[in-house]
């Protein structure tokens, strides 16, 4: 027996609680393997060698889930999402297996670009399913649940990884998604049911593979831009013309294709093109925090490094809590335009509060400044999907994930390469001021932990730890001007009504008004 999902007040909630259990596990894979894998990457590299090809095994796996990401929101859109989310899934763990057998860097690096493929499916997959089964005035009540899961793989990532290294061998973190992986095939399997599709068009070969070489050259340009290469070398600077050149040839073929990858006319939604700009700034702000808030506390504040994703705790129990406020209050209430308001607002005063920080700086006052930039950050994540969803057709639901999804990834990449670039510009300027040029080199070559810098001399480890307090400055500082962007952008949202909550409202753009029609899916009792 099925019920549609228009008529969601007869769904029973336990159906609904099982397949959003399965979408979580799926969601936790995608988000839980990165952070594991860091922490095992030392083991791996003195087992298979190839340190100079270290950061491959980062970049390959970005790099296939960014490029494919769109193409799987497309692919759910024209042949079903269900079918291309379990895809996505056996993808995923056939890179795992094939990852956890590696006998060299190059076999690993090859392996996880077919995880990371598999990885792209699953957030787009995750996102546009809850999309079609939930209306969004309902989808409020679950946001808490996705804030906790990428909570708990922020927190828990670290501390998995470095136990399951020490007691398992590195292999294990990648054999550790298969049952995972399992469980979410048989559950999604057994219980989930949409309408199955079969559309007559064609999928968009020329676009997919003009937007793979766009999303490439850009996510390369940010990975290598002021470390492997000098920014006005001649490989970034090709890299950047290859990016600009296959951005236009692509948004030329959308406009020609019969079924686009990335339909332009999504964008003609203000409320669509608005959150993909937010949705790309936060992503700036939280992947900076993310990197740079732990190496502030173990350089600065002499916090051990083995604990590391627990450093986060303010920020994270914060942005978890908030997002579970905002999602009750949507739901109840069917507005939300004050959240990304209030958001931007939060992120920018957060970031400037972290900006701030010095060697002089207490714990204490870095983890409210840490709340501040998670509260913010908790009326963003969820809410910017949300609108971006409830901003198309049904029928584009599937690329509106991915394109947001998209955003995201790459103002993650972005934050992390421009305020990285900052950061070291500004510590080694520092270092250079207080010790010469000669000293702060040799002081350079150490670990920014608390262990190698209690080894420093005094003078060489006061001058680092203000050359870190300084670096960070600089690079929250530019997150806290980035953000102002966001926060100015969330006073032009219009305030569609949710789908659930009632007719749509005239005035509206065309994909918004239209969209306001309830989805049909259904869940197995």
């Known amino acids: 027996m099925t019920k549609t999902a228009d008529t969601s007040e007869e769904v029973k909630p336990r159906s609904v609680?099982?397949?959003?259990?399965?979408?979580?596990i799926a969601m936790l894979l995608a988000m839980l393997d990165n952070m594991i894998i860091g922490t095992a990457m030392p083991t791996i590299v003195g087992e298979l060698g190839g340190l100079e090809h270290l950061s491959w095994v980062v970049t390959a796996y970005t790099l296939a889930t960014a490029a494919s990401t769109p193409i799987w929101g497309k692919i759910g859109d024209m042949y079903g999402r269900k079918g291309s989310f379990l895809t996505s899934i056996v993808i995923f763990l056939i890179g795992s297996a094939l990852s956890g057998m590696a006998q060299d860097m190059g076999q690993l690096i090859g392996f996880r670009a077919i995880q990371g493929l598999g990885a792209g499916g699953l957030m787009v997959g995750v996102m546009a399913i809850i999309g079609d089964l939930i209306p969004p005035r309902e989808r409020g009540k679950y946001q808490g649940m996705m804030a906790g899961v990428m909570a708990l793989a922020m927190i828990g990532g670290p501390l998995v990884g470095g136990t399951i290294t020490d007691h398992m061998g590195w292999r294990w973190s990648f054999y550790i998604n298969l049952p995972l992986g399992a469980v979410a095939l048989a559950m999604v399997s057994a219980v989930l049911h949409l309408p199955k599709k079969r559309s007559q068009g064609k999928i968009d070969y020329l676009g997919a593979a003009l937007l793979t070489i766009a999303i490439t050259s850009t996510v390369l340009v940010t990975t290598w831009g002021g470390t492997e290469y000098a920014w006005g070398s001649g490989e970034i600077i090709g890299l950047v013309a290859v990016g600009i050149v296959s951005t236009a040839a692509f948004l030329y073929a959308e406009t020609r294709a019969a079924e686009p990858v990335m339909p332009l006319h999504i964008f003609r939604s203000r409320n669509f093109t608005l959150m993909s700009v937010i949705g790309f700034l936060v992503g700036f702000a939280m992947f900076g925090g993310v990197l740079y808030l732990p190496l502030f506390q173990q350089s600065v504040q002499g916090a051990s490094a083995t604990n590391s994703g627990l450093l986060l705790l303010p920020m994270l129990l914060s942005m978890m809590a908030v997002s579970l406020i905002a999602g009750r209050v949507t739901t109840n209430s069917g507005k939300y335009k004050i959240f990304p308001i209030v958001g931007g607002a939060l992120m920018v005063v957060g970031l400037f509060l972290l900006a701030t920080m010095d060697t002089g700086t207490s714990r204490l006052m870095s983890g409210v400044y840490m709340a501040i930039l998670g509260a913010g950050l908790g009326f963003l994540m969820q809410i910017t999907m949300l609108v971006a969803q409830n901003s198309v057709e049904m029928k584009d639901m599937g690329v509106a994930s991915s394109s947001a999804t998209l955003f995201r990834t790459l103002g993650g990449s972005f934050g992390v390469a421009l305020m990285g670039s900052l950061f070291t510009t500004r510590v080694t300027d520092t270092m250079s001021e207080r010790l010469g040029p000669q000293a702060a080199g040799a002081a350079g070559s150490a670990q920014l932990d608390a262990a190698s810098l209690a080894k420093l001399p005094e003078a060489v480890r006061d001058a680092y730890q203000h050359a870190v307090a300084a670096g960070t400055h600089s690079a929250f500082l530019l997150g806290a001007g980035v953000a102002v962007l966001g926060f100015l952008a969330a006073w032009f949202v219009k305030e569609v009504p949710l789908r659930g909550a009632g007719?749509?409202?005239?005035?509206?753009?065309?994909?918004?008004?239209?969209?306001?029609?309830?989805?049909?899916?259904?869940?197995?009792?």
């Open 17 to 24: 609680r099982v397949v959003l259990m399965a979408l979580m």
């Open 503 to 525: 007719p749509a409202q005239a005035g509206g753009a065309p994909g918004e008004e239209q969209a306001a029609r309830a989805p049909q899916a259904s869940v197995a009792h």
